[in-house]
T-cell receptor
């Protein structure tokens, strides 16, 4: 079974703190993604990565950065946390399938971050 | 741009009732369509998918047919169970978007005895 793990299920931080959210996948997938999930808004893509040291902005990258130094690990960084970044953060990974456009994404359990 | 519209929830049904959750989409290319499910306290899991027009995806008694003429991918199940209570997300992956998913807002389903 594909497994995507996230470092914490629940996290509470103070405004202005630097926050690291870690994601690890064990299936040698090329693609990795970070989303945030908010009620009434569904999932919104923050950043994604197709390969080591490669990253691309998603739909809502402001206030976030990412790091992918190893293929299996994709980190989301909040440089200076703010209360409007209180949310559920979901990591996902997917292989590159032949034919494109059909890749199944596999999700981690999520990290519920509260910024006070 | 791409977008996915789902019916507002929550949807509350009695066990063994018929389920329909509507999903329509807008895409610039020829998308693949997905339904993901999120059980309480968990991440999302792929429920089913369809990659081209008229394809039917199915899994665990759920079905959805890719209707290009109506740009829809409605989720159906003939007889729901309490264990189907979850949030259901419709999503699309457009050609040329390099594996990026666009999600709907999700529909919460509550099944009661």
């Amino acid at each position: 079974d594909v497994k995507v793990t996230q470092s914490s299920r629940y996290l509470v931080k103070r405004t202005g703190e630097k926050v690291f959210l870690e994601c690890v996948q064990d299936m040698d997938h090329e693609n990795m993604f970070w989303y945030r999930q908010d009620p009434g808004l569904g999932l919104r893509l923050i950043y994604f990565s197709y390969d080591v040291k490669m990253k691309e902005k998603g739909d809502i990258p402001e206030g976030y950065s990412v790091s992918r130094e190893k293929k299996e690990r994709f980190s989301l960084i909040l440089e200076s946390a703010s209360t409007n970044q209180t949310s559920m953060y979901l990591c996902a990974s997917s292989p590159i399938e032949q034919g494109g456009g059909t890749d199944t994404q596999y999700f981690g359990p999520g990290t519920r971050l509260t910024v006070l | 741009g791409n977008s996915v519209t789902q019916m507002e929830g929550p949807v509350t049904l009695s066990e063994e009732a018929f389920l329909t959750i509507n999903c329509t989409y807008t895409a610039t290319g020829y998308p693949s369509l997905f339904w993901y499910v999120q059980y309480p306290g968990e991440g999302l899991q792929l429920l089913l998918k369809a990659t081209k027009a008229d394809d039917k995806g199915s899994n665990k008694g759920f079905e959805a047919t890719y209707r290009k003429e109506t740009t829809s991918f409605h989720l159906e199940k003939g007889s729901v169970q309490v264990s189907d209570s979850a949030v259901y997300f419709c999503a699309l992956m457009d050609t040329g978007t390099a594996s990026k998913l666009t999600f709907g807002t999700g529909t919460r389903l509550q099944v009661t005895l």
